[in-house]
């Protein structure tokens, strides 16, 4: 187990934390950068700067932090993983440090190449864990049937048709509001660090969303959520996480089987009927081509399972 980060009581200056507060603010107003990603920028470098003042016992002003050096960023990253963080992780906050690094020399005026040419560690990439066609079917069927309520029924059956028909992250189909039904030909989804796409809406998530409004004892409003709890309130996206591990469990499918592996599926079986990797990439949202590139990894090690079954050698 990971133990808590031992930095919490560690006083950092007050050059470095003006530093750091400017670092974010700029993330946030120049690159668009989502709260969830500066709080983890936040605290990987905290984390960092924490280490650095302990490990050499005394305060990191920025005459200091500009003089780091290679032993030091290697001692960092011999600590971390020796306190039981995994390489993912550690390559994480990493990459937080250089890129807080390189700002703070275009401020400065120093060379942060100590900083910036520490390698980070190799880890494997995870896959994306789909489900197939058909176990993607069961699910929303099973979804309807296991609710208290027709309409709660309706509601879930809706937003996972969102998340499977349309490729959308939970927070985007929780994020719609009351104005954007009925839901048109297309959607103008806002994603990740306030990037916009245009989502083609297939006419199974529309006729889902028809049939929960159609069923909502709450009154539709423009500014409100489209999706609603009980009570009224914006749907809670626990409430989804947990309708599909009843599901998963229901229909003996492995844990993997989450509301984001209906992401995960779209664009993979998309990607098995031939859809064109680009377009894919534009439909997710996905700022590099290379973390769709895992679809096409996805797709392969299915074909080879079936080759493998399939050859007359076996």
Known sequence: MTQEKPHLGVQISPAATEALATFLSQMTALRGAAK?????????????????????????????LKAITVQDMRAWMAFERGRGVGARSLARSLSAVKSFYAWLAEREGFEPTAVLSTRAPK?????????????????L???????????IGA??????????GCGLRISEA??????????????RIKGKGGKER??????????????????????SEPDMALFRGARGGALNPRLIQKVM??????????????PHAMRHSFATHLLGAGGDLRAIQEL???????????????????????????????
């Not at 470098?45 to 990191?60: C, E, K, R, S, V």
């Not at 069927?141 to 309409?151: P, R, Y």
């Not at 509601?155 to 499977?164: C, G, K, S, W």
């Not at 929780?174 to 959607?187: E, N, Q, T």
Request: proline residues 6%; aromatic residues 6%; glycine residues 4%.
């Open 155 to 164: 509601r879930d059956v809706a937003v996972v048709t969102l998340l499977y």
């Open 36 to 64: 969830n990603t500066t709080e983890a920028y936040q605290a990987d470098i905290l984390g960092f700067l924490a280490f650095i003042t302990q490990h050499t016992a005394a305060p990191q002003g920025l005459n200091a």
């Open 174 to 187: 929780l994020g719609l509001k009351g104005r954007d039904a009925p839901l048109a030909d297309v959607l």
């Open 245 to 258: 591990e009843r599901s998963r469990l229901q229909l003996g499918l492995p844990a993997t089987a989450t």
């Open 284 to 314: 997710l949202g996905h700022a590099s081509l290379s973390t769709t590139q895992a679809y096409t990894a996805v797709d392969t090690a299915h074909l080879m399972d079936v080759y493998e079954r399939a050859h007359p050698r076996r």
């Open 141 to 151: 069927d099973n979804l309807e049937v296991q609710a208290t309520e027709a309409w």
């Open 198 to 219: 245009i989502v083609p809406v297939i006419s199974a998530a529309r006729e889902a969303v028809d049939a929960y409004i159609k069923l909502c004892p709450h009154p």
């Open 123 to 139: 880890f494997q990439n995870k896959l994306p864990r789909p489900l197939t066609k058909d176990a993607a079917v069961k699910v």
